[in-house]
């Protein structure tokens, strides 16, 4: 059937193949400027994507020459690139735990900055589905989202609900929290645990639960603290606490201004 | 048939390049798989769950992919349409379209918020996202175009004289269509079948943007491949060879019995 289609078409194949040939000139072309060293590499969970920005404006006023290259995604899916022999420079990890994983890889876990982030109950633009408190979590009839359990920020709200006997009724398991808060922002959701920094930086309304809110600091379930690594220099391995100087990437007041806590866990 | 050993060399060598660029993460995928534990990785609950959504939604893709797609191939076969290769562009978009796009314009369409969506919402309180239909919409949106591309080129190949002939003897156009042309072309529509439906079995992009992920009810086994890479990769692996063994079989199933000349 493919023959049949292009029956007939043949001398407008040949032409179709030498206009293409500019093109992948150009695609192999940028390829290779892209490709250029020197630039920082940073992996970082979703829910820290609120703050780049702000921290690339920050380094570029510090007079770094080019803002960092930022790979976002779920904090287990950073790990298993590394593990599969990504090396960025730096890994930022939702979950203090999962670092452990690659610290034989030749990366030294950081111990400043030390950043946590807090789950907040977030629901659609005008809550429409009326949400009051986590407990409305368990409704059957609005739509609620969380994220999957396999990664930190589902982990996070398993321990919230579990900490607080509060039943979770998801319409959907979301693969990372970027996902889950844009899927509010556009209200197709009407409600779901997000970070506070997702819900800062979308905008999105938040209803206030006190279990949440609670300042008791780490003990508080839905406060979850990220774990810093970074390539270590062949010195540096095995140190337990090298002073690699981590917020020369990652600049502390962005951090803050975009809704992390500091110096928390 | 050219023996191997008689092919030129300017193309057996890059041919072999080929095969080796397809096979060669097939054979890693397949080193890493768990083999004696693959079975009771596959009986998993979350596994069969997701098996049990993903033939569901495979096969109701497949059946809406007959049931559009077949009017729509002899619309475009048979019918003088007006600017026919746009036509024939936009049928064919959502193979190059990546699935994430086609997921996000679903939602930005169908969503409860979406253009269409939000009237299905608000005069009959169909929502579609989060929903197994919405996972089977996704699945019929991206696997359409292999169902309607087969079917068209069939329709092509065998040309109108049998149809009309038919239409002009026979009690008018749609019997022609029904007794003459859907006979005459089943092996493609065979094949048309079975290529939807793999894409459908496969889909993930679309799916993931536009119906979510949830076990049970639209987390098909791509989804839970995907879920399984960030907790449990040898799961997520045993996963992927049984979706490989499956399309293998299809695709070889449908090379011997209709595309073959």
């Known amino acids: 059937m493919a023959r049949a289609m292009h029956q007939g078409h043949k001398g407008r194949q040949a032409r179709k193949t030498h206009s293409i040939m500019p093109l992948i000139a150009l695609i192999w072309a940028l390829g290779a400027c892209s490709s250029d060293d020197g630039e920082t590499l940073i992996f970082a969970a979703s829910s820290l994507a609120a703050a780049t920005d702000s921290i690339d404006a920050a380094l570029q006023a510090e007079g770094s020459a080019s803002p960092p290259e930022w790979v976002l995604a779920g904090s287990s899916r950073l790990i298993a690139q590394v593990r599969d022999g990504a090396r960025p420079d730096v890994i930022v990890a939702a979950d203090t735990a999962q ?4 610290l034989g ?112 600091g780490c003990a508080n379930p839905a406060v979850t603290s990220y774990g810093i690594a970074a390539l270590a220099s062949p010195s540096e391995v095995g140190e337990p606490h090298p002073a690699t100087p981590v917020d020369r990437y990652l600049p502390l007041e962005p951090l803050q201004q975009a809704g992390f806590e500091l110096g928390l866990c | 048939m050219t023996r191997l050993l008689r092919a030129p060399v300017p193309l057996l060598v890059p041919a072999m390049l080929a095969v080796a660029l397809l096979v060669v993460p097939l054979v890693g995928l397949l080193q890493r798989a768990p083999w004696s534990s693959l079975v009771s990785r596959l009986v998993d609950d979350a596994v069969l769950e997701a098996t049990r959504v993903s033939l569901i939604v495979s096969f109701s893709a497949a059946g809406l992919c007959l049931l559009l797609g077949l009017p729509l191939a002899w619309v475009l076969a048979r019918v003088d349409l007006p600017f026919p290769r746009l036509v024939r562009a936009v049928v064919l978009l959502p193979m190059v379209l990546p ?26 309180s169909v929502t579609l996202p ?109 996963i992927s060879v049984l979706l490989l063994a499956v399309s ?14």
């Not at chain 1, 670092?99 to 690659?102: A, N, Y």
């Not at chain 2, 699935?99 to 009959?124: E, I, N, T, Y």
């Not at chain 2, 293998?248 to 000349?261: N, Q, Y």
């Open chain 2, 130 to 238: 989060f929903t197994t239909a919405g996972t089977i919409l996704a699945a019929t949106f991206v696997a359409l175009p292999f169902f309607v591309t087969t079917v068209e080129s069939a329709l092509v190949a065998q040309g109108r004289d049998l149809e009309e002939a038919a239409a002009v003897n026979a009690a008018g156009p749609m019997t022609a269509f029904a007794t003459v042309t859907v006979p005459s072309i089943r092996g493609a529509i065979g094949a048309g079948l079975a290529l939807s439906w793999a894409r459908a079995l496969g889909e993930f992009g679309a799916t993931i943007t536009f119906a979510g992920s949830l076990g049970g009810r639209t987390r098909t086994l791509p989804l839970q491949t995907f879920l399984a890479l960030e907790s449990d990769p040898e799961s997520a692996v045993a």
């Open chain 2, 99 to 124: 699935p994430v796009v086609a997921g996000a314009a679903l939602l930005f369409a169908l969503g409860r918020r979406g253009l269409v969506g939000q009237w299905l919402d608000s005069w009959f």
């Open chain 2, 248 to 261: 293998l079989g299809v695709l070889v199933a449908l090379r011997g019995r209709w595309l073959t000349r």
């Open chain 1, 105 to 216: 890889l030749g990366y030294v876990v950081v111990d400043e900055p030390r950043i946590a982030n807090r789950l907040v109950l977030a629901v659609a633009d005008g809550n429409p589905a009326q949400i009051n408190s986590l407990d409305d979590l368990g409704l059957d009839a609005p739509l609620i989202g969380l994220c999957a359990p396999e990664v930190p920020c589902g982990a996070t709200a398993l321990r919230v609900a579990g900490e607080f006997g509060v039943t979770l009724r998801p319409d959907t398991d979301e693969p990372n929290v970027r996902a889950l808060a844009h899927k509010l922002a556009n209200g197709e959701l009407d409600a779901g645990l997000v970070y506070a920094t997702d819900a800062l930086s979308l905008g999105l309304q938040t209803i206030s639960d006190a279990r949440l809110d609670g300042a008791d």
């Open chain 1, 99 to 102: 670092l452990d994983e690659i």
